[in-house]
C-alpha cells in the first residue's frame, strides 16, 4: 500500500515519477492476481493516484549521447563478454602501432566523429596512467570530451528546465487521506474531517516540495553549465596565449 511519505517521494520526483508509477501499476496486474503477497493490491485512490502519473507523460527530452558515457558501457559489455566465454576480464596491453597511426591522423576536436570520440574514450580507460600511450591518448581525447561535456550540460539545463507533469490536487489528496486512513497513529484517532484537512496540508507541501525541488534541479544544471563554459573559456584563452 502507498504510504504518505511514498506519495510524496513520487510527486517530488517529478519526470521520473512516470516510470516508477507504471512500474508500481505493472507489478500489480501482474503478480498481485497470482497470490503474490509481496505486491499489494492498491485502494482505488491509491491507484487513480499511480494511474495519474503513469499517463501523465513528462515532455519528452531526449538524453545526450556522451562518447565517455558509450564507451564505458560497451567497456562493460566486453568485459562480461570475455568473462563469459573465456574467463578472463584482462584489459587491453600497450598501443600498438596502428592505434598510434589512427590517434595522429584524427582531425581538429570539434571536426571528431562521434564513432572515433567513443573509441577515443575506450583508449583512454584502457592506457596505463601517466605513460606515455595515456599522454599521447589523452592530447587527443581530453579536447574532445570537453566539448562533448558543455554539450551533455545544455541538454541536462534542457531537461531541468522542462514542465513537469501536472497533477490533479483532489487525486493528490484522496491518496493522501486513503494512506492516513490506514496509518495506526491516525486511524481511530482523527475524524474523517480531519483526515481530509490534514491530506489537503500533506497535498499543499508536497506540491511546494515539488516546486522547490524542479528549481533546485534547474539551478544545479545552469551552476554544471557555467562552470564547464568558464573552463572552456579558461583554456581557450591559453590556447590562444
Known sequence: MLTTSKIRDLITAGPAAHQAARGLVAAEERFAPRGHNNYPVYDSAGRAFL????????????????????????SI??????????G??????????ADIAWINSLPAPEHVSYRDAVELAGLAARTE????????????????????DLADAQAQLAAARAPWPALNHDVVTEAFAAALGRDPEAAGVLTDAEIHGRANDLTREAFTARDTARAQAIEAAQTHLTRLEQDHAARTAVTAA
Open 77 to 86: 559489455r566486453g568485459l562480461d563478454e570475455a568473462a563469459r566465454r573465456f
Open 88 to 97: 578472463t576480464t584482462d584489459t587491453p596491453g600497450p598501443l600498438t602501432p
Open 129 to 148: 596512467p601517466g605513460s606515455a600511450d595515456d599522454r599521447l591518448v589523452r592530447s587527443r581525447w581530453e579536447p574532445v570530451r570537453h566539448r562533448h
Open 51 to 74: 494511474e495519474q502519473l503513469r499517463d501523465t507523460r513528462p515532455e519528452a527530452m531526449t538524453g545526450y549521447k556522451h562518447p565517455g558515457r558509450e564507451a564505458r558501457a560497451t
